[in-house]
Structures are given as structure tokens and as C-alpha cells.
């Protein structure tokens, strides 16, 4: 059928992929923007084709340079990872109009749940519970009050095109409904250019529970268990696990079976994954990821099969070769995202060049990565640079194996969530399972115990790093590793202390982008542009009122007052970019 598969990704999932071409005999060809020359899947590959700028818009995403790629490197499939184009419906189209083979389902089973109330309307066709909710779009903010009468405070009032948290606002009483529903719809306009939005009741302790589904294009759906992605941040998946520790077989079976229902009716085949809620023993469907998921590893690891080698049998037309009966799960598989950010600063990206680089090895371990020593991370694309998977017989020796894998992986030249991961791994509410996706919130004491991983206090005033040297030294036979500094420098002051910098001050002077919070100035966090302006000047303001709606990244921020307070000047205005650390207001704190 073909021979050749394009991916067209980048970091590990490109990677991931064309090691499962290769085990098939498959040839792979590459894509790569200026930015990524240098990048492992480059030269993982059998052939490798430029296709413009760093910016993905201009590269990852140029749907037309892909497909003439494709068609000069001899390709007849393209595989598009997750990302970028994965569950664009037009570029699967595209695909399949030059004649070559798009590696993920169809485009009419894509579009039939892509938006969040066509999916709704797919789910209760097929018989799927639901939350409760609207099954059309709104059109106007005057019907979201009988909505919240019917179904009690709290609601949801979300995005049709929503993900990823954009366009959703939870609303607890009537005076919310009317912000909420402005700052849903901007930011919904701004981030899919569609304004539409619709309501549901919102759960504000569930756990969030996706289901893996492979179907074939003979009418074969099955599901591969589910993992339990609950441990997020800001939508942003950090651990994922397989099997939930939630769930009951007979609910497992009961969830896989509603899961299958979807899938066969909207005639899709491929990989794919459908998310639910779930609270209080009850299951509620969400939405349909018509890709293959960052973490569907971890079904890897406990159902045994190759689900992207799946996909591209699948492709090729080949009927599944095992049945539902066949899919046990065996033992248990934790995930964790080795992001570059800096769980201390809200887990903001951190740019760098790697030095040292050495991974975890060992039985159960398995690491997807798209670095190497000496890489540097490109600023145009996410920060994930590895997924360090461990296997066990059971939940707690996968835990172990965690915990020790974390330890064992040096990642030099980058701020990285290795630390916030190792106490997430010795928390007790998560070593006993029980925790929902409000879980990072809910326990500001580990947050703390990841500035200790990150910062140990010592007695003495710690030197810098850099201005320490390690040498092993051996005393009586026995090996010891000593760190050896100057501490304090030659001068020091009346009280022994370093009158020099002392680290504080230097790691200080080192780190940009952290807005001085003085008591005179609201000061805005991070780089945007105002979307709304919720206060005036001389107006009193309670600690934590929001003041300001800040726009980045596509999401809204509020930027609330630190302290109860008086405002003096307003300096922003709606539409205007601000930059990080600048003064959005004046106040006097109390
Ligand atoms: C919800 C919800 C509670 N009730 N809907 C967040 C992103 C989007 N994909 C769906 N999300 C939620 N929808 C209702 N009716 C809670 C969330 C939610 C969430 C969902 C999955 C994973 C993490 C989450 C974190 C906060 C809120």
C-alpha cells in the first residue's frame, strides 16, 4: 500500500513515529523548520526536507509544503503525531485529495465531533452519558440564567470550539454570569474565531478519565483500557497513569463499552481517545481527541500493544488482529512530563541549552525523549522535552520505580519539573490514589516541598554552583564527594556575613520577567494585551478582586490585587500591550 511515511512533527512524538515505521520496514521522511536543524528527529531519519521558518505557522503548519513534500520524498502516508495539524480536518482532506494516505481517521468522523456541541449531540445519539447541558449554542447571555435555575450553581459556560481550558468560566452566582460570559466569548473569538458558547453544570471535584479506542476500516472498535490524567496544571497534563485507580473493572467496561458506541457511529477508525469526567462513581463524556495523545504510553506499557504501529496497520487497511477479550491490562504505568519550566515561577518555560544529559535506565523504565546533551530548546515550540514512563506489577512499585528513575535522571543547563514530579511521587494523597484534577490547588503544602527539593536550606550561607568544585576524596578507603567554595568571598562584614553579593542577590540579578510586586503598583505578570479593565481610579479594592483581564498566549488573566487597597492612576487601557513587570495601575495598599 505505501512504503514511506512523512512525519509531519517534531521533538519525540516525530521520533516515536518513525521508530514504528522502521520495526515495520517502513521508510520514514522528515520535516523540519530552520529552527530545528539541529533536532534529534532530523537525523533519526532516512530522508529530511526543510519546509520553512522557525515559526510553525510557517512550517509545522503549511499544509500545502508538507503535502508537496510528501509527494517529492516518494511518501504515501503521512503521520501527523499530535499537534500542529493532527485534528485538522482540512489537512487530513488535503491529504487524502493528493492521493496519499493520512495516518488518523477520516475527515468526516473528525468534524463530526470536533466541536464541543456536535460531539454532545454525537454522545447522546449513541447513548454516552453526558453532563448536564445545553445541546445547542447559546445565543445570548439572557438564557444562561434560566439554565442556571435548572441545573444549581456552579455552571460552566464554555467554548463550542473550546480546549485546553480556553473560552471556560465557571459561574457561582447571577452576578457572574454576565463577566463570565464576555470573557468566555472574547477569548473564545480570540483563540478559534468563533464567539460561540453554551453551558453546562460544572463538577468541581471530578477526576478526568479518557478512554483509548482502535478501530479499523472494516467496522472493528475496540477500546484499550483508560488512564487517569487528573495531576494538571492550567490544562496542561504533568502525570498520567494507566489503570485509574478509580475505577472497578465492571465500570471500566461499562465506560470502554459507551466509549465504542461513539466511536463505531460517528464511522471513525485510527487511534483515538475519548475524555470524561468522573465524580462521585458517575461518568460523564466530554469530548473526542481524534489523535494520538502525548500519554497514550502508558497504555503501551499495560496492554502490551503498539498503538502507533497499530495506527499504521490500521492505514493500510489491515483488520485488527485481536478482539476485545484479548486486551488485558498487566501491572500499572505512571507517566511523567520532563517539561523545561520552572514549577517555582508558575511553571513558566525555561530556555536553555542542555549540558550534561543522561536518562534513567533499567527494567520497566522507558523514556521518549527529543533531546540530547548539548541541544538547545528552540523558542518556538512547547517545552516538553522527554516523557520518562515506568512500569510495575502494581501502582506502588511503578511509583518506586518513579521515584527512582526521577532521581536518577540529570538534566544539566535547564530548570526542569523533575523536582515538582518527585513530590507528586512521595505525596500520600497521591500515593493512595485519591486525588481529582484540582489536586495541585488543593495541596499548597506540595509546592512547598518542591521549592525545598529545588532550594535545600543549609546551615551556612550556600556558594553558587558555579563558584563551587566537586572532587572525591578518600578518607580511610571510604570515597566521599566533597563540594569545595569560598563562601562569602574574601570581605567579609562586622557580622561574618559575605558583604559582597550573596547568592540571594545574585540569583536575583539572574532572573528576568518576575514583576516586583511593590505596595504603590499593580504590576502586570507576564507579557499580553489588557482585555478588560475592571476598575477606576480612586475606587477601594478588596485583596484578590480582579482589576485587569490580561490576554497571552490566548488565555485570560486576572491580575487581582495583592492587598486590600486604594487606586490611584489606571494606566491601562483595553486593547493596549503591556509589557511584563509593568505597572497596570497605582494604588495605595492598606
Ligand atoms: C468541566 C469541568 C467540570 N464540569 N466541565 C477543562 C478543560 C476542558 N477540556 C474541560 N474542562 C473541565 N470541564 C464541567 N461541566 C472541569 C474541567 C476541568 C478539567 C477537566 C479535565 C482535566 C483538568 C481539568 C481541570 C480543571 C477543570
Same mark, same amino acid.
Given at each position: 500500500?505505501f512504503d514511506?511515511?512523512?512525519?509531519a512533527?517534531?521533538?519525540e512524538?516525530a521520533?516515536r513515529?518513525? &521508530? ?5 520496514g517502513l521508510?520514514?521522511?522528515?520535516v523540519y523548520? *530552520?529552527?530545528?536543524r ?29 503535502i *508537496? @513534500?510528501?509527494k517529492?520524498a %516518494? ?10 495539524l493532527?485534528?485538522?480536518s482540512?489537512?487530513?482532506?488535503a491529504v487524502?485529495?493528493?492521493g496519499l ?10 468534524? &463530526?465531533?470536533? %466541536?464541543?456541541?456536535?460531539a454532545?449531540?454525537?454522545?447522546? /445519539? ?6 448536564? %447541558? ?7 447571555v ?5 439554565l442556571a ?10 467554548a ?5 481550558g ?14 463570565? !460570559? ?9 483563540? !478559534?474565531?468563533?464567539?460561540a458558547?453554551?453551558v ?6 471530578p ?10 476500516t472494516?467496522?472493528?472498535?475496540v ?16 502525570i498520567?497513569?494507566?489503570p485509574?485507580?478509580a475505577?472497578t ?39 473526542m ?6 500519554e ?9 500493544i ?7 496497520r ?8 485481536f478482539s ?19 514549577p517555582?515561577m508558575? !511553571?513558566?518555560?525555561?530556555?536553555g @541549552?542542555?549540558g ?6 533499567g527494567?520497566?523504565i ?17 517545552s ?10 502494581? &501502582? ?13 535522571y540529570q538534566?544539566?543547563?535547564?530548570t ?6 518527585? /513530590?507528586?511521587m512521595e505525596?500520600?494523597? =497521591?500515593?493512595?490514589g485519591? =486525588?481529582?484534577v484540582?489536586?495541585i ?13 529545588m532550594?535545600? +536550606?543549609t ?5 553558587d ?10 578518607v580511610?578507603?571510604?570515597?566521599f564527594?566533597?563540594?569545595?567554595a569560598e563562601? %562569602? ?7 561574618? +556575613?559575605?558583604?559582597?553579593t550573596t547568592?540571594? /542577590?545574585r540569583?536575583?540579578?539572574? +532572573? ?7 505596595a504603590?503598583?499593580? @504590576? ?13 481610579p480612586?475606587q477601594q ?7 485587569f483581564?490580561?490576554e497571552?498566549?490566548k ?10 487597597? +486604594?487606586?490611584?492612576?489606571? &494606566? /491601562?487601557?483595553?486593547?493596549?500591550s503591556?509589557?511584563?513587570?509593568a ?8
Amino acid at each position: 500500500m505505501f512504503d514511506t511515511v512523512l512525519v509531519a512533527n517534531r521533538g519525540e512524538i516525530a521520533l516515536r513515529v518513525m &521508530r514504528a515505521c522502521r520495526e515495520l520496514g517502513l521508510r520514514t521522511v522528515a520535516v523540519y523548520s *530552520e529552527a530545528d536543524r539541529d533536532a534529534p528527529h532530523v537525523g533519526y531519519a532516512d530522508d529530511a526536507y526543510l519546509i520553512g521558518p522557525g515559526p510553525s505557522s510557517e512550517s509545522y503548519l503549511n499544509i500545502e509544503r508538507i503535502i *508537496e @513534500t510528501a509527494k517529492q520524498a %516518494g511518501a504515501g502516508a503521512i503521520h501527523p503525531g499530535y499537534g500542529f495539524l493532527a485534528e485538522n480536518s482540512g489537512f487530513a482532506r488535503a491529504v487524502a485529495n493528493a492521493g496519499l494516505v493520512f495516518v488518523g481517521p477520516p475527515p468526516e468522523a473528525m468534524e &463530526r465531533v470536533a %466541536g464541543k456541541v456536535e460531539a454532545r449531540n454525537e454522545a447522546q /445519539a449513541a447513548n454516552v452519558p453526558l453532563v448536564p %447541558g445545553t445541546l445547542k449554542p447559546l445565543n445570548d447571555v439572557s438564557e444562561v440564567l434560566p439554565l442556571a435555575k435548572e441545573y444549581g450553581y456552579p455552571i460552566a459556560i464554555k467554548a463550542v470550539s473550546g480546549g485546553g481550558g480556553r473560552g471556560l468560566r465557571v459561574v457561582w452566582n447571577d452576578d457572574e454570569i454576565e463577566p463570565a !460570559f464576555d470573557s468566555a466569548r472574547r477569548e473564545a473569538e480570540v483563540a !478559534f474565531k468563533s464567539s460561540a458558547l453554551y453551558v453546562e453544570k460544572y463538577l468541581n471535584n471530578p477526576r478526568h478519565i479518557e478512554i483509548q479506542v482502535l478501530a479499523d476500516t472494516h467496522g472493528n472498535v475496540v477500546f484499550v483500557g483508560e488512564r487517569d490524567c487528573s495531576v494538571q496544571r492550567r490544562h496542561q497534563k504533568l502525570i498520567e497513569e494507566c489503570p485509574s485507580p478509580a475505577l472497578t473493572p465492571e465500570l471500566r467496561a461499562e465506560m470502554g463499552a459507551s466509549a465504542v458506541r461513539l466511536t463505531q457511529s460517528v464511522g471513525y477508525h485510527s487511534a483515538g481517545t475519548l475524555e470524561y469526567l468522573y465524580q462521585d462513581g458517575q461518568y460523564y463524556f466530554l469530548e473526542m481527541n481524534t489523535r494520538i495523545q502525548v500519554e497514550h504510553t502508558v497504555t503501551e506499557m499495560v496492554y502490551g500493544i503498539d498503538l502507533v504501529k497499530a495506527q499504521l496497520r490500521v492505514a493500510q487497511g489491515e483488520a485488527l488482529w485481536f478482539s476485545q477479550e484479548d486486551l488485558v491490562p498487566r501491572g500499572h504505568a505512571i507517566e511523567c512530563r520532563i517539561n523545561a519550566e520552572d514549577p517555582l515561577m508558575n !511553571f513558566r518555560p525555561a530556555l536553555g @541549552t542542555l549540558g550534561e544529559y543522561r536518562e534513567p535506565a533499567g527494567l520497566g523504565i522507558r523514556v521518549d525523549s527529543g533531546v540530547r546533551s548539548g541541544y538547545s530548546i528552540p523558542q518556538f515550540y512547547d517545552s516538553m522535552l522527554a516523557k520518562l514512563i515506568t512500569w510495575g506489577q502494581n &501502582r506502588s512499585e511503578a511509583i518506586a520505580r518513579m521515584q527512582r528513575s526521577l532521581a536518577d535522571y540529570q538534566i544539566e543547563g535547564l530548570t526542569t519539573v523533575i523536582p515538582f514530579h518527585r /513530590a507528586v511521587m512521595e505525596h500520600p494523597q =497521591f500515593v493512595a490514589g485519591e =486525588f481529582s484534577v484540582n489536586f495541585i490547588p488543593q495541596h499548597p503544602e506540595l509546592m512547598e516541598r518542591v521549592a525545598l527539593l529545588m532550594h535545600p +536550606k543549609t546551615e551556612i550561607e550556600a556558594p553558587d554552583e558555579a563558584d563551587a568544585r566537586a572532587f572525591a576524596v578518600e578518607v580511610n578507603n571510604r570515597r566521599f564527594s566533597v563540594r569545595i567554595a569560598e563562601v %562569602g568571598g574574601p570581605a567579609t562584614g562586622q557580622n561574618g +556575613k559575605a558583604a559582597g553579593t550573596t547568592r540571594k /542577590a545574585r540569583k536575583a540579578k539572574g +532572573k528576568a520577567g518576575a514583576a516586583p510586586q511593590d505596595a504603590n503598583s499593580v @504590576t502586570c505578570p507576564l507579557q499580553g494585551v489588557v482585555a478588560a479593565v475592571r476598575t477606576e481610579p480612586g475606587q477601594q479594592v478588596e485583596a484578590g478582586q480582579v482589576l485587569f483581564v490580561v490576554e497571552a498566549m490566548k488565555m485570560e488573566n486576572e491580575i487581582t490585587a495583592p492587598r486590600a487597597g +486604594k487606586i490611584g492612576d489606571v &494606566r /491601562a487601557k483595553v486593547g493596549v500591550s503591556i509589557e511584563a513587570g509593568a505597572a497596570l495601575a497605582t494604588y495605595a495598599a492598606e
